[in-house]
């Protein structure tokens, strides 16, 4: 009990609460957000915070996972051949990165290194998927098709990527499968999207965990506190979205990403300035944050013009994402 009373369990267990509480607020963001949060804390190895991230992962996955095979939104089918492809490589990732290095130090600029360019990947395809879903929004969607003919092949490759993403960084087990299944099969609802997702990251997210384990051990002073802050979190995070305007929230959420990304890749040993020169460092990882919060709005404002919309307002971003919902449906018919 003592351990739990730590100042360093209760940074955890608070980082983990607000982490949970944009996952229940937004459904995005949980890996993403957890392990470069905990890295920043400095609370562990970056290999020991990988492990507990995909550990807790496992268990709050699990639950949204059975609430949606119990409503019949995920297809099966297709959660299927995405584990053929993930599970396998979610299991390899962790040794091939053992097989690189044994070094402690080279080991952990090299998880930093992959993590920070995970990171700005999950942040380009989160912002691939707003465009996509926009276009949608234009056009009236794809024939709705919730139970499309499945192509084996590319959804297999796809399950490979996002297996050894998830299995070296704990990242991307939603932003990239959630674009693929949007390109492969744009007529799936976004409620079958997200159950399908949340199948297969159970599986995928308890290969990369058993691998990590077995290769870094579970160091449960990470682990406790971070499911003690993050399950409640995220109750709570859903509790509120629909009384909390997310539009502002996800545009945050690749600001975020990208700034922690780049930082990530400063940590990891790549210094444009030369080495010793941390504060200017900070000071551009500052002026992208800055940039993005007065580009981003804009950019967004012109990209929605071309498709025929008002630069600013309705459709929000959350309307946009929630594009093919039953709720949606009905407002359209």
Known sequence: MDDLLTLTALSIAAAGFLVGIVVGLTGMGGGALMTPALIFLGVGHTASIVTAD????????????LTHAKEGSPNLRLAGWLILGSVPMAFAGPWLVKSIT???????????????????????TYALRLYINLRRVRRGGALPDDDPRIRPL??????????????????????????????LYPGLSAVRLVGTDLVQAVPLVLSAAVANIAIH?????????????????????????PRVPQSFIRRGIVIVLTMSGVALLFKAGLHPFGEGHETLEAVLVAA??????????MVWGLLRKQNGLPMFGAPTVAEIESFGSPERKRTRT
Request: proline share 5%; glycine share 14%.
């Open 54 to 65: 995909l550990t807790a992962a496992a268990i709050y996955k699990t639950g949204g996972a």
């Open 102 to 124: 044994d070094d402690p130090t080279e080991l952990e600029n090299t998880l930093k290194l992959c993590i920070g360019i995970a990171l700005l990947f999950a942040a380009s």
């Open 154 to 183: 590319p959804t297999l490759l796809v399950g490979m990527l996002g297996g050894l993403l998830v299995g070296v960084t704990s990242v991307g087990s939603g932003s990239v499968i959630m674009i693929a299944l949007l390109m």
């Open 217 to 241: 051990g579970l160091e449960w002073d990470l682990l406790i506190p971070l499911v003690i802050g993050s399950v409640p979190g995220t109750l709570l995070g859903a509790r509120l979205a």
């Open 288 to 297: 992208i944050g800055v940039a993005m919060l007065a580009l981003v709005p």
